[in-house]
């Protein structure tokens, strides 16, 4: 859908235009597409960090991956939202 739009001359305008007002150096698509790579590599950090955080605490794995998956829905909803 992004290609679509940037296809769109007036659109490319318009999108050029406000870049410059609001002082951005990167395009667009730079905003749009690396926070969606860099989310599918949050689980595994979480993974990892879990993993310390059982050996420290003595919490149990579960509990501590659950609570690894709300905090990565939540991020979720709030880049969708």
Not at 18 to 29: D, E
Not at 35 to 43: A, C, F, T
């Amino acid at each position: 859908m992004f290609e679509q739009l940037t296809k769109d001359e007036r659109i490319c305008v318009l999108l050029n235009r406000q870049q410059k007002t609001l002082n951005h150096c990167l395009p667009l698509s730079a905003y749009l597409f690396k926070p969606v790579q860099r989310i599918l590599k949050y689980h595994l950090l979480l993974q990892v960090l879990s993993h310390k955080f059982h050996l420290l605490c003595g919490l149990s794995l579960d509990h501590i991956m659950h609570l690894a998956s709300l905090f990565f829905l939540l991020f979720f909803y709030r880049l969708l939202t």
